[in-house]
């Protein structure tokens, strides 16, 4: 009986040890990723650098909004608590109260796990990748996601937001990531932005790619 018992201890402990836990993706981080706002018509392509320990996100973003396309530089230092909208091609810039806190690019800690898969192929060695999936509710507006993360590196494959009726309201794909920072100046705003004077902060400054842990 004893033995019966240690049995099913040690069985429920190895399940327990290999479902997967939340984890926050490496702390700095490049690469691109494209948003999907299909209710508003709204593409964007964005090129990322972000940095968890200095507490920065480097935004360049060009897409379409409706009929309209747009162009964008964003720098936001959270712990200045300011973030700028670059404009080279005159140089001027936008500089605006950061009031938002640092958001962690990861799995939101509350996040219930729901399965595990290979994206392509588990034929041989390198054809494909393991990633864990997740869903969830975000406990700022009560929405709804699903998002998928790799099971070694905690690297963000896709993230779907999606309303309280269940349709979709955001769907953002990674891709080209890269861990490190290959140029730590992408922090540091051009001087012509030193006197520029630091308005209200906007409605929303953060970068959309940045889920919270």
């Not at 690019?105 to 588990?122: D, E, W, Y």
């Not at 864990?132 to 929405?143: A, I, M």
């Not at 996601?145 to 990674?174: H, R, V, W």
């Not at 051009?190 to 842990?213: Q, Y």
Request: include cysteine; charged fraction near 15%; glycine fraction near 6%.
């Amino acid at each position: 009986m004893k033995i019966f018992i240690l049995a099913v201890v040690c069985l429920t402990l190895s399940i327990h040890a290999q479902k997967p836990e939340p984890c926050k993706s490496p702390p700095l981080l490049e690469g691109a990723l494209t948003v999907l706002l299909p209710s508003q018509h709204w593409r964007v392509f964005e090129k990322f650098s972000y940095d968890a320990i200095g507490q920065n996100v480097r935004v360049l973003a060009a897409g379409t909004d409706g009929n309209q396309t747009f162009l964008t530089d964003l720098l936001l230092l959270y712990r200045e608590g300011v973030s700028y909208e670059i404009h080279y091609r005159n140089q001027t810039c936008i500089k605006q109260a950061l009031k938002e806190p640092f958001r962690h690019l990861g799995v939101p800690h509350n996040a219930h796990f729901l399965s595990q898969m290979v994206l392509g192929s588990s034929s041989l060695p390198g054809q494909g990748l393991l990633v864990n999936v997740w869903n969830g509710t975000w406990e700022e507006t009560k929405s709804h996601y699903l998002m998928s993360f790799t099971e070694f590196g905690c690297i963000p494959i896709s993230i779907a937001d999606f309303t309280q009726k269940a349709e979709l309201g955001e769907l953002t794909n990674f891709f080209d990531l890269v861990e490190g920072i290959e140029n730590p100046d992408v922090f540091i705003p051009p001087s012509f932005c030193d006197s520029v004077e630091v308005l209200p902060p906007r409605k929303s400054a953060s970068s959309s790619f940045i889920p919270v842990l």
